[in-house]
């Protein structure tokens, strides 16, 4: 489906995404034309001048279907959550509404543009809590360490994309660490430090944890004075010792907690941060996770706050399909919502995923 612009919604077009960081800085909007299908970005007569560029690029989009879609794609992979981009969503949808597709049809969508939507689903009270942490954390910075239980099932790599995107918005840049216990490895304190020397070019000091550890630690606040952020995914966690939680809680996690509130004083430093996230694709038995929580409604540095993840209602997959699908009669989507709610087992995020690529991408 192409849409027939104005030349004056063409301009206010381009204004709105000028206003957003991933077209105004040039070198990122070359990333964002990476998500155009080949010909499109062929066919794209650039300019020097940034408006002259940008009214290009618009025009030459909305000369092929699904081309704007493409280009708010690859807009929100790097403006995620920013004001200027929800803005941008706003005017794009309303133009999307005034081309309905009356036939009510499915109407393919490309599969990479059905998987960056996927975060636009409700994550409300994760996204809550980590906000609550953020806060309590003030202007200066600080560490903090959560947890996302069954995470393959409940989704948990789109409420990532989320996080990324909300910390990009009010702190740049980010520096990821994602490690995860794998086959093979040591599913221990040395495989865990190992690994995380890995990333942060530290060697290993064989036996000696404590010395290995503390030279990790140093290493990462280091690295804090050019990274306003560190993320570090550990994933794989279900395949880890169970021990092994205590020991990175009480004695990896609450030094790094206290070397680098050391450092952001001696260093006067800014919302500077070290998040720390927990990834297992099972529960972790009541017994072993409770001493290492956070009290009731309180956020702690030197312990682990959980994220919760819920599944998604019918009113959130209801949002989505009128956000992504192009239906465009109500009954049709609120019927498809049910059916899909209904087929993923009440609305288990993974198999409301699935079901979304089968149908809308292909």
């Known amino acids: 489906m192409t849409i027939q612009l104005t030349n004056p919604q063409f301009i206010e077009l381009a204004n709105l995404l000028l206003a957003c960081d991933a ?11 990476a998500f155009l299908p080949d010909n499109v970005r062929g066919a794209i007569a650039r300019r020097d001048q940034d408006r002259a560029d940008v009214l290009s690029i618009a025009r030459t989009c909305a000369n092929y279907p699904g081309a704007l879609d493409a280009l708010l794609e690859g807009v929100r ?3 995620e959550g920013s004001a200027p981009l929800l803005a941008l969503e706003a005017f794009w949808h309303g133009l999307a509404g005034a081309a309905p597709n009356a036939s009510g049809q499915h109407l393919p969508a ?24 953020l806060r309590d954390m003030g202007t200066t910075g600080g560490a ?7 995470s393959y099932a409940m989704g948990s ?17 980010i520096h990821t660490v994602s490690i995860g216990f794998e086959v093979g490895m040591r599913h221990d304190e040395q495989g865990l430090l190992q690994r995380l020397g890995e990333w942060f070019a530290v060697h290993d000091h064989g036996d000696d944890h404590d010395h290995y550890m503390t030279s990790l630690i140093e290493t990462i606040c280091l690295s804090i004075r050019s990274k306003k952020v560190i993320l570090l995914e550990l994933s794989g966690w279900h395949r880890a010792e169970e021990r092994l939680l205590a020991w990175f809680v009480e004695h990896f996690w ?12 001696e260093h006067d430093l800014r919302r500077v941060y070290v998040l720390a996230v927990l990834v297992t694709n099972t529960q972790i038995p009541a017994e072993t996770l409770r001493p290492h929580l956070c009290p009731a409604g309180r ?16 009113d959130d997959i209801r949002v989505w399909l009128e956000s992504f699908s192009h239906l465009s009669s109500g009954q049709v989507i609120d019927q498809e919502a049910d059916r899909i709610y209904a087929s993923s087992i009440n609305g288990t995020p993974r198999l409301v995923a699935d079901l979304l690529r089968d149908t809308y991408a292909r």
Not at 114 to 126: N, P
Not at 162 to 171: M, P, S, T, W, Y
Not at 302 to 312: D, G, M, N, R, S
Request: proline share 4%; glycine share 4%.
């Open 23 to 33: 077209i105004k800085d040039r070198g990122i909007r070359g990333d964002v034309l």
């Open 77 to 79: 992979c790097f403006d």
């Open 110 to 133: 490309k599969p990479h543009q059905v998987e960056a939507s996927l975060c636009r689903i409700d994550f409300t009270q994760a996204i809550e809590t980590f906000e609550v942490a």
């Open 144 to 150: 903090a360490l959560f947890l996302l239980q069954n």
């Open 157 to 173: 790599r789109w409420l990532m994309q989320r996080i990324d995107g909300r910390l990009k918005e009010v702190i740049y840049p």
């Open 254 to 265: 609450s030094r790094m907690v206290d070397a680098l509130a050391r450092f952001i004083a």
């Open 299 to 314: 956020f702690v540095s030197k312990q682990i706050t959980c994220l919760p993840l819920e599944p998604w209602s019918v």
